[in-house]
């Protein structure tokens, strides 16, 4: 490994690699792993070494192209980020744009319109950091601050050819049961041959438990034979184990007061820590918050630098923390600051200090704050703060001086620890609290032997009982991005956190008095925060449905494409809010608070680091934003898509190239409609024209009467017109089904000679086996997103009802026009026009394409399983949108001119 030991120091500046962090890139097979390492040992560098040494350097077509790093809600994911582009970058691997051959793209998976590029490259490498709220939404198919248009993109590309690091798991609650059901459900499709690409699970915690991931049937074969990865005792040796103390000690404080003052008599007594900055670890914001204020007022301490870390503020905040006091550098000798935290600091923050002081909490918890004292090496004083047992007392001597009976007084004193305990359960807090009784010091080697020597305290230092579990049956229902008839969605918060910490995004806007927020107004990542989303209902909404006075906000409408203003129905967890500036809610110096009235400083519209048009397009059911782009023609934007889709054919297997391929030629004919094209307003050189699929943007119309219609829809009924026409007993058509559809009273009518002999285009697509022709329909009807497992009539469809039937804006019965596409070997050859035929809306067989469309889409999700689907979805959903936003000159219209 003499060549990888040079990568590592490459790829740290300068760091040799820790014993266990080169077995692990020793490993030439990608598997699920287990990984117990000791906080402080470089978790990060070994996970992302492992991966780049193999899928990046060596080139090993075996490990997944996409490193996913999932950390805990509530962490700062930016110091997570920053390392990643430093390590890359050393390497020189970093992808900033340009040609992504041979480099690394990293992306954050926070919301807002500046989540990058990363799905539109499924064939390239990327690292993905987010917390689990926002990444396991996108695993379940509902991504959190995401258009719906975009959940199966990002679910596909999370399911195949990714590698999941879940970091920390021990604050990950439900989320880690979660996880380990998902990869069993994705090991049992590899089982049965559905998967084409690669997914496997590393789950990484210096406190990790086996026990954690068995607790279903399901993960019983995943957890059966899962390799762990830990530090041996006998290789405990060196300065990070043998040159560290951590002395501990308890206080009890009553109160956010006492706390504030203990820290400031000990932040004083060791000369305003000297020898590092003291940090304060507290369970809730509110504490937080309370203690820091507290402190500011603290007249000894004016010269202190005073700072205040929690979940509840906006990037654009967070991203200063950085390079001002959450660095190896800003923990030096000398530094006068105190730091005052919630769990943020528990993980992905390199942070040191030389005095802690900790509110009690659940043991998986206190070890990760003992890690942030003494980080490197060295000495560092911590003082446990157990504000239940102060609260506890307090209760029982109240009650004791009220004269009230010995059962009285324990239910208040346990109801006053349990309250205080929060948000943990207080036999957890008690566990900790013996745990504590029998240490005096907490450097990482007393921790280890302490754990090894007392086994029998494992089970309630460690408990894991999540309160929901996965089944496979919800998984593969989530595969449908439909709303029910409420326009709701499957609420999937239950799979990712419990209890209270759950988010909504709220980002602030000045908006004058009786306006209403832009169509086009979207967040960047850097404005939005994160709020629960029942303390956000309460602010806005009070106790009523609707908003309170004084208050302003509004949620997306994906089907109207517009803001509109928020219900009490509305907040939800993974929803998107915007709220009027005035509104208050938001101070840069605490964070969100409810009780501000003061108007918040929205964050600074930056200009779009890309075209918005793929966002715009995504964020509405009714969006064509990627057609307006320079005039091209049907068949040359379908060639371009196709000629993208050939550099992706390395990831398919042989029977798949070509209905992949052919999906990419045909997937726009749809628009040759007349909906679509009296959309536009052609010019002079092109006013003869029915076959135009971009248009640059004032030639567009506003018409009102195509409102809802979905072009891809289209395209898929011409494409079963060609089998209609030439092949019924196809196999893909009526050919299972003709005796069973004559025995239940609906036979098909006699098939009709064609007028004339298929075109070439028409002949690949008879060439199809059944299975490759339902995979291509399914490609073409889901390439945007829109329009996938069951077709359904919009609210713009009823309301032209009078018509005739209408879905999706396409009536029954109207005509669809030639439509010229490419072939294979890039000649022109004809779609033939035909009826819009609206039969296999229905659901079950009909006699006239055989299988009704939702059949077609489980026979499919049979085949390959959801995981799978999804991804081929994105492969040609990634191919067009790279070609619409190439506007290349169309040859087809040049010559004409």
């Known amino acids: 490994m003499d060549r990888y030991e040079h990568f590592f120091q490459t790829m740290t500046g300068g760091m040799q690699p820790h014993g266990w962090q080169t077995g692990l890139a020793g490993q030439s097979l990608c598997a699920n792993l287990m990984l117990r390492i000791v906080t402080g040992f470089g978790k990060t560098f070994g996970a992302l070494g492992a991966w780049t040494w193999h899928r990046v350097v060596q080139n090993d077509d075996a490990w997944p192209r996409r490193l996913v790093w999932c950390l805990p809600m509530r962490v700062l994911v930016e110091q997570t980020e920053q390392e990643v582009r430093a390590a890359l970058t050393r390497l020189n691997l970093l992808w900033e744009g340009g040609d992504h051959a041979g480099k690394v793209g990293v992306h954050l998976l926070m919301g807002g319109a500046d989540s990058g590029q990363w799905h539109l490259y499924p064939e390239h490498c990327a690292v993905l950091i987010g917390t689990q709220d926002m990444l396991l939404s996108r695993a379940?198919?509902?991504?959190?601050?995401?258009?719906?248009?975009?959940?199966?993109?990002?679910?596909?590309?999370?399911?195949?050819?990714?590698?999941?690091?879940?970091?920390?798991?021990?604050?990950?609650?439900?989320?880690?049961?979660?996880?380990?059901?998902?990869?069993?459900?994705?090991?049992?499709?590899?089982?049965?041959?559905?998967?084409?690409?690669?997914?496997?699970?590393?789950?990484?915690?210096?406190?990790?438990?086996?026990?954690?991931?068995?607790k279903s049937p399901d993960t019983a074969q995943l957890t059966k034979n899962l390799p762990r990865l830990s530090i041996e005792p006998e290789m405990r040796v060196g300065r990070l184990w043998d040159d560290v103390r951590k002395p501990c000690s308890r206080e009890v404080a009553g109160n956010s007061k006492d706390i504030a003052g203990l820290t400031a008599r000990e932040h004083l007594a060791m000369d305003r820590s000297q020898s590092g900055p003291t940090l304060v670890v507290v369970n809730t914001v509110k504490t937080a918050v309370e203690v820091f204020k507290e402190l500011k007022k603290v007249k000894d301490l004016s010269s202190t630098d005073i700072r205040?870390?929690?979940?509840?503020?906006?990037?654009?905040?967070?991203?200063?923390?950085?390079?001002?006091?959450?660095?190896?550098?800003?923990?030096?000798?000398?530094?006068?600051?105190?730091?005052?935290?919630?769990?943020?600091?528990?993980?992905?923050?390199?942070?040191?200090?030389?005095?802690?002081?900790?509110?009690?909490a659940i043991w998986a918890s206190l070890v990760q704050r003992f890690g942030r004292a003494a980080r490197w090496g060295g000495v560092a004083r911590i003082i446990i703060v157990d504000l239940?047992?102060?609260?506890?007392?307090?209760?029982?001597?109240?009650?004791?001086?009220?004269?009230k009976k010995d059962v009285d007084l324990d239910a208040k004193a346990e109801d006053a620890e349990t309250r205080a305990a929060l948000p943990y359960a207080l036999e957890e807090i008690r566990a900790a609290r013996e745990a504590l009784d029998r240490l005096n010091d907490v450097s990482p080697q007393s921790l280890e032997a302490f754990e090894e020597t007392h086994p029998e305290l494992l089970p309630r230092l460690y408990p894991y009982e999540p309160k929901h579990l996965l089944l496979r049956h919800e998984m593969d229902e989530l595969f449908d991005t439909s709303p029910d008839l409420s326009g709701a969605d499957i609420d999937i918060s239950r799979f990712i956190r419990s209890g209270d910490e759950r988010d909504v995004q709220i980002f602030w806007e000045n908006i004058a008095p009786n306006e209403e927020p832009a169509d086009d107004s979207r967040p960047t990542r850097e404005a939005l925060c994160s709020v629960p989303f029942l303390a956000a209902r309460e602010w806005l909404c009070g106790k009523g449905q609707r908003l309170q006075d004084g208050k302003r906000a509004w949620v997306w409408d994906w089907v109207e494409g517009a803001w509109r203003k928020a219900e009490s129905r509305d907040f939800y967890p993974g929803q998107t809010v915007l709220v009027a500036a005035d509104s208050g809610g938001y101070n840069p110096t605490l964070g969100w608070d409810g009780d501000s009235k003061q108007p918040v400083e929205?964050?600074?519209?930056?200009?779009?680091?890309?075209?918005?048009?793929?966002?715009?397009?995504?964020?509405?059911?009714?969006?064509?934003?990627?057609?307006?782009?320079?005039?091209q023609t049907i068949a040359f934007h379908c060639g371009e898509t196709a000629r993208i889709l050939d550099k992706m054919t390395k990831l398919l297997s042989s029977d798949l190239v070509k209905p992949v391929s052919l999906a990419g030629r045909s997937h726009d004919g749809g628009k040759a409609l007349s909906g679509f094209q009296g959309r536009i307003m052609k010019e002079d050189e092109h006013s003869n024209r029915q076959d135009l699929a971009k248009a640059p943007d004032h030639a567009w119309a506003k018409d009102t009467r195509s409102r809802g219609l979905r072009h891809e829809l289209a395209s898929v009924l011409a494409l079963l017109a060609v089998l209609q026409r030439h092949a019924p007993d196809h196999l893909a058509l009526l050919g299972p089904w003709r005796d069973l559809l004559q025995a239940a009273g609906m036979p098909p009518a006699d098939p009709i000679p064609p007028e004339n002999p298929p075109?070439?285009?028409?002949?690949?697509?008879?060439?199809?086996?059944?299975?490759?022709?339902?995979?291509?329909?399914?490609?073409?009807?889901?390439?945007?997103?829109?329009?996938?497992?069951?077709?359904?009539?919009?609210?713009?469809?009823q309301e032209r009802a009078g018509d005739g039937l209408r879905i999706q804006g396409v009536r029954d019965g109207e005509t669809l026009p030639d439509v010229p596409l490419l072939t294979k070997t890039g000649e022109i050859s004809l779609l033939p026009g035909c009826v819009m035929d609206l039969t296999p809306a229905s659901a079950g067989l009909n006699p006239r394409t055989g299988q009704g469309w939702t059949e077609r889409v489980l026979s499919l999700l049979n085949r390959f399983g959801p995981f799978t689907l999804a991804w081929l979805e994105a492969i040609i959903r990634s191919a067009d949108q790279r070609a619409s936003m190439a506007s290349g000159v169309d040859p087809l219209l040049h010559k004409e001119g």
């Open 308 to 360: 205040l870390v929690h979940s509840r503020f906006r990037p654009r905040e967070r991203t200063m923390w950085r390079d001002a006091f959450l660095n190896k550098n800003a923990c030096a000798a000398g530094t006068n600051r105190i730091i005052v935290a919630t769990q943020v600091v528990e993980a992905g923050v390199d942070l040191s200090a030389s005095l802690l002081i900790t509110e009690l």
């Open 602 to 631: 929205p964050v600074p519209e930056q200009p779009p680091a890309v075209d918005r048009a793929m966002d715009l397009a995504d964020a509405a059911q009714d969006s064509e934003a990627l057609s307006r782009a320079a005039w």
């Open 140 to 214: 379940l198919n509902r991504g959190y601050a995401c258009s719906r248009a975009r959940w199966p993109v990002e679910f596909g590309l999370l399911h195949q050819d990714a590698l999941w690091v879940l970091d920390e798991v021990q604050l990950m609650d439900v989320g880690l049961a979660t996880s380990a059901q998902i990869q069993a459900f994705r090991d049992d499709d590899a089982m049965l041959n559905r998967s084409l690409r690669p997914c496997r699970t590393w789950w990484m915690s210096a406190t990790l438990q086996p026990e954690w991931l068995a």
């Open 759 to 797: 075109t070439a285009i028409e002949r690949e697509i008879l060439d199809l086996s059944a299975d490759q022709f339902n995979l291509f329909l399914y490609l073409v009807c889901a390439h945007h997103g829109k329009v996938r497992m069951a077709w359904h009539a919009t609210r713009f469809d």
């Open 388 to 403: 239940a047992a102060a609260l506890g007392r307090q209760a029982r001597e109240k009650a004791t001086r009220s004269g």
